[in-house]
């Protein structure tokens, strides 16, 4: 019998996807620059040889010829592909060798000096390219380690509610097997059996709420994952390769239209060079090189993994609080704000890049960098909100699965996110009608763009349902807490404390005793 196979990591997983995936599109650029620099050599050589007849340019065609073609296991059989086109103008090359006249002045258009600048510029980009690959790529680790947090935690509460469980069982057989016994000792086993159904109660609606935390992480991360492989790492991809297959484009049809021009009787090899030069294109470029790696293909699903002894595999129904709201509801106003949230970003800032563009266009040279490192701040914002929006719908989806009425919290906080938006345009037009422009003009806040935070809110909460009752609450203390903050109480296990005040979405809740008035976490009535 073989042994299990070992659990990796989904962190540990994706740091190595990762890793192969920058070092794939290393060595792609590198295979880019090395034909640059190919492409320079030969056009220098060229220029300076070419006065000779064709003993001399057929060894340097030649020369080339021995060079190893296969980069790719599709390049050479495809005539598209920019390594197939070059093979093939030094194969009409070695042809004409005989045959040719000087044609140096021809050739001194293809410069060292551009394919040199070409090839600068095409390592910035894969520099600035990569660096803001491996930033995205860390933003998902992150996301997997807090994945890895929840799991764990979800864990822990599993075991703690099999030995609440555990103990009630016990506790409820010796009560059955003494109910002859004493009186005293009988009312203490009642106690007793009390105290530990409470406690695995409570056990239980913790274990529910971590799971389904869980259960919504996971299909955030999902969804983020997806995201990455569908939009990130393409776009990211198109960013390095920019304008280089225009310019090897460029480059190879200025070759052949000066081996027509010189020498007819290559005419018919060299148009049909030409004609491949010209479907010489990024995009079937990208798809030979996606065919050879397979690295940048769509990652696997990440699917979730159940503790041992759990049964439940989906979204569950719990009510959170006396009046009886669901958790799931709580998440579902959550999500559709984040969602709505989201959206009022990318509309507000899809507006902001327009005026920046146009700014771009009048200002001076001198202040057009600030514009333009504005507008990147304003895309990087825009990409987290999209992601972020993404991971939000894919809650509220879940949510949806699982027979909550997402509906009406998503239409009001869309509402809500209209109405603003609206206000803006109405605002940004005022202005404009009032002459209120300035070169930096302010027809746009531009600091909603700065430091863009997923887990904040901008949107007041949508409530609905039934009122919360009246204060104060009385309420027991589960657990002893030590104040960290001047706003906080030190408490212990037993207290008996009044709730003066709602909580946040983070738990804490404004409680009263005898001396003092303050904040605590996470406590459950």
């Given at each position: 019998?073989?042994?299990?196979?070992?659990?990796?990591?989904?962190?540990?997983?994706?740091?190595?996807?990762?890793?192969?995936?920058?070092?794939?599109?290393?060595?792609?650029?590198?295979?880019?620059?090395?034909?640059?620099?190919?492409?320079?050599?030969?056009?220098?050589?060229?220029?300076?040889?070419?006065?000779?007849?064709?003993?001399?340019?057929?060894?340097?065609?030649?020369?080339?010829?021995?060079?190893?073609?296969?980069?790719?296991?599709?390049?050479?059989?495809?005539?598209?592909?920019?390594?197939?086109?070059?093979?093939?103008?030094?194969?009409?090359?070695?042809?004409?060798?005989?045959?040719?006249?000087?044609?140096?002045?021809?050739?001194?258009?293809l410069t060292a000096e551009a394919l040199k600048s070409l090839r600068v510029a095409k390592e910035q980009r894969t520099k600035k390219g990569l660096e803001q690959?491996?930033?995205?790529?860390?933003?998902?680790?992150?996301?997997?380690?807090?994945?890895?947090?929840?799991k764990k935690r979800y864990c822990q509460l599993e075991h703690i509610a099999d030995v609440a469980r555990e103990k009630a069982a016990d506790a409820q057989a010796k009560s059955k097997k003494n109910d002859h016994g004493l009186f005293h000792?009988?009312?203490?086993?009642?106690?007793?059996?009390?105290?530990?159904?409470?406690?695995?109660?409570?056990?239980?609606?913790?274990?529910?709420?971590?799971?389904?935390?869980?259960?919504?992480?996971?299909?955030?991360?999902?969804?983020?994952?997806?995201?990455?492989?569908?939009?990130?790492?393409?776009?990211?991809?198109?960013?390095?390769?920019?304008?280089?297959?225009d310019q090897l484009?460029?480059?190879?049809?200025?070759?052949?239209?000066?081996?027509?021009?010189?020498?007819?009787?290559?005419q018919t090899a060299?148009?049909?060079?030409?004609?491949?030069?010209?479907?010489?294109?990024?995009?079937?470029?990208?798809?030979?090189?996606?065919?050879?790696?397979?690295?940048?293909?769509?990652?696997?699903?990440?699917?979730?993994?159940?503790?041992?002894?759990?049964?439940?595999?989906?979204?569950?129904?719990?009510?959170?609080?006396?009046?009886?709201?669901?958790?799931?509801?709580?998440?579902?106003?959550?999500?559709?704000?984040?969602?709505?949230?989201?959206?009022?970003?990318?509309?507000?800032?899809?507006?902001?890049?327009?005026?920046?563009?146009?700014?771009r266009k009048l200002v001076p040279e001198d202040e057009g960098a600030g514009v333009e490192q504005k507008m990147e701040e304003v895309k990087e914002s825009l990409r987290k909100a999209k992601v972020s929006r993404v991971k939000a719908e894919s809650r509220l989806a879940l949510l949806l699965s699982a027979g909550v009425d997402v509906e009406p919290w998503v239409s009001s906080a869309m509402s809500q996110a209209n109405e603003e938006l609206e206000k803006e345009r109405r605002l940004s037009e005022a202005r404009l009608s009032n002459g209120d422009i300035s070169p930096m003009g302010d027809e746009f806040e531009f600091t909603d763009f700065d430091d863009f935070d997923e887990n904040s809110d901008i949107f007041t909460e949508v409530s609905s349902g039934p009122s919360p009752q009246g204060y104060p609450l009385p309420c027991q203390v589960l657990y002893s807490y030590q104040a960290c903050q001047a706003d906080e109480l030190s408490i212990t296990e037993g207290e008996e404390l009044h709730v003066i005040e709602d909580g946040d979405m983070e738990d804490w809740l404004k409680v009263c005793d005898q001396d003092s008035l303050a904040t605590l976490r996470g406590l459950r009535l």
């Open positions: 019998m073989q042994p299990p196979p070992r659990k990796v990591k989904e962190t540990q997983e994706a740091k190595v996807a990762f890793a192969e995936q920058v070092a794939r599109l290393q060595s792609k650029h590198q295979q880019e620059s090395e034909l640059l620099e190919e492409i320079r050599s030969f056009s220098k050589q060229r220029a300076a040889i070419e006065k000779e007849y064709g003993q001399a340019l057929h060894r340097l065609a030649t020369q080339y010829l021995k060079k190893d073609w296969h980069r790719g296991r599709g390049d050479s059989a495809d005539a598209r592909s920019v390594f197939a086109v070059w093979r093939s103008v030094i194969e009409a090359t070695e042809q004409s060798g005989l045959s040719r006249l000087s044609a140096a002045e021809g050739y001194r258009s690959l491996q930033r995205v790529q860390g933003e998902l680790v992150d996301a997997l380690r807090e994945l890895n947090k929840v000792f009988r009312t203490s086993l009642q106690k007793l059996c009390v105290k530990l159904n409470a406690r695995l109660t409570e056990c239980d609606q913790q274990l529910t709420e971590s799971r389904n935390e869980y259960l919504l992480t996971l299909a955030a991360i999902n969804s983020h994952h997806g995201h990455y492989h569908a939009t990130d790492l393409p776009a990211l991809m198109k960013v390095i390769d920019g304008d280089l297959y484009r460029q480059q190879f049809t200025v070759l052949c239209r000066t081996e027509i021009d010189t020498c007819q009787s290559t060299f148009c049909r060079i030409r004609e491949d030069s010209t479907q010489v294109s990024r995009e079937h470029d990208l798809k030979l090189f996606l065919q050879d790696n397979p690295a940048f293909t769509k990652g696997s699903v990440f699917h979730f993994q159940a503790a041992p002894n759990d049964k439940v595999s989906s979204l569950v129904h719990r009510s959170s609080s006396q009046e009886g709201v669901s958790c799931l509801d709580k998440e579902a106003r959550k999500w559709a704000t984040k969602a709505a949230k989201d959206y009022k970003i990318i509309t507000h800032g899809e507006r902001v890049l327009q005026t920046l563009e146009r700014r």
